[in-house]
């Protein structure tokens, strides 16, 4: 091939890998490549007799419909479509689509405020605990279908279960005495379990009923990470807020407090949960670069937490309180971890090699693990004796499953970094687990209380 | 002659599989071999053989490096391995069969070349 020095040439390369570069699911990487090609192309019609201009419009003619291409380009690296968000053709008009869901969105928000501050006025907190998810992320779930065109037997589908669901609960005999009165522990494990089961539900309507595709599977997990970061922003934002005007009418010597418990806060919050996940929605190529931020900050402190925590259990002799608190903090740290390497994982590009941060990841799950594993040793014999209480049965389950998934998680990741494995294999091993994690939250909402007599 | 889009998508994988397979090369190497081996029949939009090779990169087909072409520009390579090794005799496995099977087909339908497109 020879080089092809001749400033047009060179000047209408360069214009054309501008205009490649337009294209936000083509990298720059991605443009070298395509560049080479375009070179490659251009030397070889040269030799065959072409002048300058005719072989640089053959090859690019050559190269193809660069909408395409670039389409292509986001399917291949499906998180590139996650910052694409819109492909090229399909919705031209970005800023008024953006603006005409923010309405449906407010609407929304407004429906869901009105559905908390109605469980309020029961001034029933059970009832509030069991059904305070129903209040909100129904009004998300149709938001998601209706930006998405869920179809209409998808959401039919959705609509029934999430109804079943509440029936179901609230006509479990929680709450046989006077209401008001303290929750079973049956009933806090369904309200803590419930959202999860929920939250899962919802993603069926987030991936537009196609929930079974992997690639729309890891959109959903990227979408809750950065809904959790943008709500966390919103919430200290309107606390502070709350906060001044509280102390400003208390100068003035107005008692905003009941105003604000009664009818702010109950439309704030779900409000600000639902403009969150529009702001995900509309910014999502902004806070894409705070999710590798974030996890390589906390990836090694949670690390060295963990490594703290483990010589504790070892040096500290027999385990003193060794009860289900220990294993509801067990629970913690491990959920701790899944959700860091979720983060982490949803935000990596898979093609890149392992490095590191990977071997650090690594690192995390195998102490983690073993922090586990001393934790519930300690606490096998003491459970059979003590036997079997809804707490500990739903502590120990949540321990069980969320082992398993980093048992998978390190071996893949071990797999990756010797070789012998790809990192796709690691992210479809998340996406495929998740399934489980409503499989037991259902069983926990379901099964527990009928099961251990609603205590 | 103009191949029908679904064939040349369905034979994609296989044919840089296999021509990935007599050793290493960058895309547009990979472009001229398809053109070689076709005799020029069979022509591929050039920019879609690019994300096609991530493709095949992210399952771990092939390996990717970057190195510096002749001319001493970036440029990428492209290497077959193990398992996409493995995943080659797969798909040549199956591709044996449907040619068979539309050989024996096709030999029995009397049209103009339709012998002499198996030659």
């Known amino acids: 091939m020879t080089e092809d020095g001749r400033p047009g040439v060179e000047h209408q390369i360069d214009?054309?890998?501008?205009?490649?570069?337009?294209?936000?699911?083509?990298?720059?990487?991605?443009?070298?490549?395509?560049?080479?090609?375009?070179?490659?192309?251009?030397?070889?019609?040269?030799?065959?007799?072409?002048?300058?201009?005719?072989?640089?419009?053959?090859?690019?003619r050559r190269m193809g419909n660069l909408d395409d291409v670039s389409r292509e380009f986001a399917r291949a690296h499906s998180e590139r479509l996650w910052k694409q968000l819109v492909l090229p053709p399909s919705r031209p008009s970005r800023a008024d689509g953006h603006w005409r869901d923010l309405g449906v969105l407010i609407a929304l928000a407004v429906g869901a405020g009105i559905a908390v501050r109605w469980l309020l006025v029961l001034e029933d907190e059970g009832r509030f605990a069991l059904n305070v998810a129903f209040a909100v992320l129904p009004f998300l779930a149709a938001y998601f279908a209706w930006s998405r065109r869920l179809p209409a037997r998808a959401a039919g589908a959705l609509a029934v279960?999430?109804?079943?669901?509440?029936?179901?609960?609230?006509?479990?005999?929680?709450?046989?005495?006077e209401p008001g009165v303290g929750?079973?522990?049956?009933?806090?494990?369904?309200?803590?379990?419930?959202?999860?089961?929920?939250?899962?539900?919802l993603g069926v309507a987030y991936t537009g009923g196609a929930w079974r595709e992997h690639a729309r599977r890891m959109d959903f997990v990227r979408f809750t990470g950065e809904l959790v970061v943008y709500f966390t922003l919103l919430a200290l934002g309107g606390g502070l807020l709350t906060g001044l005007l509280l102390a400003t009418f208390d100068v003035v010597g107005i008692d905003a407090e009941p105003f604000v418990q009664s009818w702010l806060l109950s439309f704030a919050v779900p409000g600000a949960f639902l403009v969150a996940a529009w702001l995900v929605e509309a910014k999502q190529s902004v806070v894409e670069n705070m999710a590798p931020v974030l996890t390589r900050v906390f990836t090694p402190l949670t690390l060295g937490l963990l490594v703290a925590a483990l010589v504790a259990l070892l040096a500290g002799g027999p385990l003193t309180a060794v009860d289900r608190s220990l294993l509801v903090l067990m629970d913690g740290i491990l959920l701790l971890v899944v959700a860091l390497l979720l983060y982490a994982i949803s935000a990596r590009d898979p093609i890149t090699a392992g490095g590191p941060f990977d071997w650090l990841q690594l690192g995390l799950v195998v102490t983690a693990l073993a922090v586990d594993v001393v934790a519930l040793t300690a606490m096998a014999s003491r459970i059979a004796d003590a036997g079997w209480t809804a707490n500990k049965a739903a502590a120990l389950g949540l321990n069980v499953v969320l082992l398993v998934h980093l048992v998978g998680t390190g071996w893949l990741l071990w797999r990756f970094l010797r070789a012998h494995g790809t990192f796709d294999a690691v992210e479809r091993w998340q996406t495929r687990y998740l399934v489980v994690y409503a499989v037991w939250a259902a069983v926990v909402v379901l099964v527990f209380p009928p099961a251990f007599s609603y205590a | 002659?103009?191949?029908?889009?679904?064939?040349?998508?369905?034979?994609?994988?296989?044919?840089?599989?296999?021509?990935?397979?007599?050793?290493?090369?960058?895309?547009?190497?990979?472009?001229?071999?398809?053109?070689?081996?076709s005799q020029g029949r069979m022509q591929w939009t050039d920019g879609m053989l690019?994300?096609?090779?991530?493709?095949?990169?992210?399952?771990?087909?092939?390996?990717?490096?970057?190195?510096?072409?002749?001319?001493?520009?970036?440029?990428?390579?492209?290497?077959?391995?193990?398992?996409?090794?493995?995943?080659?005799?797969?798909?040549?496995?199956?591709?044996?069969?449907?040619?068979?099977?539309?050989?024996?087909?096709?030999?029995?339908?009397?049209?103009?070349?339709?012998?002499?497109?198996?030659?």
């Open chain 1, 183 to 201: 929750l079973s522990t049956t009933a806090v494990l369904a309200a803590t379990h419930l959202p999860v089961l929920l939250w899962l539900l």
């Open chain 1, 161 to 177: 279960m999430a109804a079943a669901l509440a029936v179901v609960v609230n006509l479990f005999p929680f709450f046989a005495d």
């Open chain 1, 15 to 60: 214009q054309w890998r501008a205009w490649v570069l337009r294209r936000e699911a083509i990298t720059t990487g991605d443009a070298a490549e395509l560049e080479d090609n375009l070179r490659g192309r251009i030397a070889d019609l040269r030799a065959a007799g072409l002048d300058d201009d005719e072989a640089f419009l053959v090859a690019v």
């Open chain 2, 1 to 37: 002659m103009r191949i029908d889009k679904d064939l040349v998508a369905a034979s994609a994988t296989p044919l840089v599989l296999g021509i990935l397979a007599e050793g290493d090369l960058h895309g547009y190497a990979i472009l001229k071999r398809v053109a070689e081996l």
């Open chain 2, 50 to 119: 690019y994300p096609l090779l991530h493709r095949l990169e992210r399952n771990g087909w092939v390996s990717a490096r970057w190195g510096v072409s002749d001319a001493g520009r970036k440029r990428k390579h492209y290497a077959l391995t193990p398992s996409g090794r493995q995943v080659l005799e797969e798909r040549q496995a199956q591709w044996a069969v449907v040619t068979d099977a539309l050989h024996q087909v096709l030999s029995t339908v009397r049209g103009p070349g339709a012998a002499g497109a198996w030659a």
